[in-house]
């Protein structure tokens, strides 16, 4: 499954990342990608700049390397109802935005307080959708999460670092997977880079997909005219 565009990249304003946005750029060319998103994290994760950087957004360059250049966030959900730390004022300048459960930020609670804090975050309109949702250290009912998201036309993340970086991930993958083919939510296939050489990296995303004979038809990002059709979509979503 070659994937165009990746959804979930960090540059150095995210305070424990190590590349820079033209960094980033540079390697999402040299491996074939059609674009990428830049998530740094919101101002609650330690390390990461206020809000107001997504205030630059507007004057950033579209295409950088000849790779298309999408302005995104992750925002942190910050309890149990799901409320996130960037405000819509900022929100508003993006094209993209996730939102993600860090231990850093909210200690894990109960299995329907977790479930509680996505699905609520899942409700406010600029977020597409939860980052890492395999991370075992939140309990989550699964298909309580993918109905809402299947309710509100929002996306899961299938996250290559994620896999990687906590155990269990691969297994509540498999899980949620089969319950997004059953009510039609799309996925997102991303990498999660924190360093400009995993940019485009999902070996191990596209994997657990081919495993769980996961319809590619449901892979947003599997081309750069289907997430630029997503996004129209979400604009749409916007103007309501």
């Not at 304003?13 to 033209?22: E, F, R, V, Y």
């Not at 630059?56 to 950088?64: E, R, V």
């Not at 449901?218 to 750069?224: I, K, P, S």
């Amino acid at each position: 499954m070659n994937i165009e565009v990746d959804t979930h990249t960090h540059t150095v304003l995210s305070g424990h990342a190590h590349s820079t946005l033209l960094e980033n750029a540079a390697a999402a060319a040299k491996k074939g990608l059609k674009g990428f998103v830049m998530t740094d994290h919101g101002p609650n994760l330690p390390g990461a700049c206020p809000e107001f950087n997504l205030g630059t957004y507007p004057y950033l360059p579209s295409h950088i390397d000849g790779v298309r250049i999408f302005a995104g966030v992750e925002t942190n959900i910050i309890d149990y109802d799901g409320t996130i730390d960037v405000s819509e004022n900022y929100l508003k300048l993006t094209d993209y935005a996730i939102a993600g459960l860090h231990e850093i930020v909210l200690q894990s609670g109960t299995k329907s307080q977790n479930t509680n804090a996505v699905m609520g975050a899942f409700e406010n309109p600029y977020v597409d959708i939860i980052a890492h949702p395999d991370n075992p250290s939140y309990e989550l009912d699964y298909e309580a999460v993918v109905k809402k998201a299947a309710r509100l036309n929002k996306l899961f993340e299938v996250n290559d670092h994620s896999f990687v970086y906590r155990e269990g991930g691969l297994a509540n993958a498999a899980v949620f997977l089969p319950l997004c083919r059953k009510y039609g939510v799309r996925v997102a296939v991303s990498s999660d880079a924190h360093f400009a050489l995993n940019i485009g990296k999902n070996k191990l995303a596209t994997s657990i997909l081919k495993e769980n004979n996961f319809p590619s038809e449901l892979v947003v990002n599997l081309t750069l005219k289907r997430f630029e059709g997503y996004l129209k979509e979400r604009q749409k979503r916007l103007s309501l």
